[in-house]
C-alpha cells in the first residue's frame, strides 16, 4: 500500500472532524460564545480561573502560544482590569497573574454558557452515545496528548444548582465512616448549606468545588460572619483526590478571596480528630484560639477554634 495517498486521505478525515466540531460548538465568530473575547482569549481566561497564580510563561508553554501574543492578551486584560500581576516572593524573575473579581465576573458568563452549549450537544444523545463520545474524547487526548498532566489533574469552579445537596451528602456519608459521627452532624451541614444559598452575598461570600474528570471531589465555603470577619467552613476532599494538594488549594483560595473582600481576620471551627484539616490550616497561618470538649456529633471529641489576621 501506498503510504502516502492514505495518510492525505487521514489528513482530510481529522480536517473534515475540525471543521464539523468548530462549527457545532459555536467557535467561528468574532466573538467566543456571544461575549467580548476571541477564543484564545477565553482560553487564557479560563486557565487563569483554574491555576492558581500561574506566569505566563507557564501559560505561554502549556496552551503553545507565542509569548509575544499572550503578551498582548495579557495587556489588554490589564487595561480592562480583569487580571493583577504580583512579583514572586521565592523569584524575583517571575510575576504570578491572577483574575481579580472583575475577571471572575467576566468569566463566570462564558463558563457557564460553555456548560451549556455542551449540555445540550450531549442531551440530544442517548446515555449510552454519551458514553461512547466521551470515551472517544479520551482516546484522542491519549494519542495526541504529549505533556504529561499538570501537577493538579483537576479544576476549582463557583458552585451551581446541586452542589450543596452533594455538599451535604458526602459530608454525613464521609464523617460517618471516618470519625463515627452521626445523623446530627449531617443535620447541621444541611443548615449551613441552606442558609448559605438563602443569604448568598456574591461580594463577600464564595463556594468553591473542585473536580476532576467531571467529578465532584472537594468543596469549601468562605461566609460573612461579621463586616470584618470571614468564617471558613464545609471543607471536604474525597479519599481518592487526597494528595493531590486540593485541601490546600481550597483554604488558599478561601484565605485570598477574603483578603480581597476587605476582611481583617478569618476564623473556623474544626475538631481535634480531624488531623489533616488541623495541617492545612496551620501551615495557612491560623492559630488555635480556644477548645471545648463535647459529644455534638456522638463521639467523645473536642471541638476547635482557629483564626488567621488577615
Known amino acids: 500500500m ?22 457545532k460548538i459555536g467557535v467561528l465568530g468574532d466573538g467566543h460564545l456571544r461575549s467580548p473575547f476571541s477564543l484564545t482569549e477565553a482560553r487564557v481566561l479560563y486557565e487563569l480561573a483554574q491555576r492558581d497564580r500561574p506566569s505566563a510563561t507557564e501559560l505561554a508553554r502549556d496552551l503553545g502560544l507565542d509569548a509575544g501574543y499572550l503578551s498582548r492578551i495579557l495587556r489588554g486584560f490589564a487595561r480592562r482590569r480583569l487580571i493583577t500581576r504580583e512579583r514572586s516572593t521565592t523569584d524575583s524573575r517571575r510575576t504570578l497573574l491572577s483574575l481579580t473579581e472583575a475577571g ?71 464523617y460517618a465512616e471516618e470519625y463515627g459521627f452521626d445523623e446530627r452532624f449531617e443535620a447541621l ?55 493531590l494538594g486540593v485541601g490546600q488549594r481550597l483554604v488558599d483560595e478561601c484565605i485570598r478571596f477574603a483578603r480581597q473582600a476587605g476582611y481583617r481576620r478569618m476564623t473556623l471551627w474544626t475538631n481535634s480528630v480531624l488531623h489533616a484539616a488541623r495541617r492545612l490550616y496551620e501551615k495557612a497561618g491560623f492559630e488555635k484560639t480556644h477548645e471545648e470538649p463535647h459529644r455534638m456529633f456522638g463521639p467523645e471529641m473536642v471541638g476547635e477554634t482557629w483564626e488567621l489576621k488577615l
Open 189 to 243: 451541614v444541611a443548615r449551613v448549606a441552606a442558609e448559605f444559598l438563602e443569604t448568598f452575598d456574591p461580594k463577600r461570600e464564595r463556594c468553591w468545588i473542585a473536580e476532576r474528570d467531571g467529578a465532584v471531589i472537594g468543596s469549601v465555603v468562605l461566609v460573612k460572619q461579621s463586616a470584618t470577619v470571614a468564617k471558613l467552613r464545609l471543607l471536604l476532599v474525597e479519599r481518592e483526590a487526597r494528595g
Open 2 to 23: 501506498n503510504a502516502e495517498p492514505e495518510l492525505d486521505r487521514r489528513v482530510a478525515a481529522v480536517r473534515r472532524f475540525n471543521r464539523f466540531y468548530t462549527q
Open 104 to 174: 471572575r465576573r467576566a468569566f463566570q458568563p462564558l463558563d457557564s454558557r460553555t456548560r451549556t452549549t455542551i449540555g445540550r450537544l450531549l442531551n440530544r444523545l442517548p446515555p449510552a452515545h454519551q458514553a461512547r463520545l466521551v470515551d472517544a474524547m479520551r482516546d484522542v487526548e491519549s494519542l495526541l496528548g504529549e505533556a504529561p498532566a499538570r501537577a493538579a489533574p483537576y479544576v476549582l469552579r463557583p458552585h451551581r444548582i446541586g452542589d450543596m445537596g452533594w455538599i451535604v451528602h458526602r459530608h454525613g456519608v464521609l
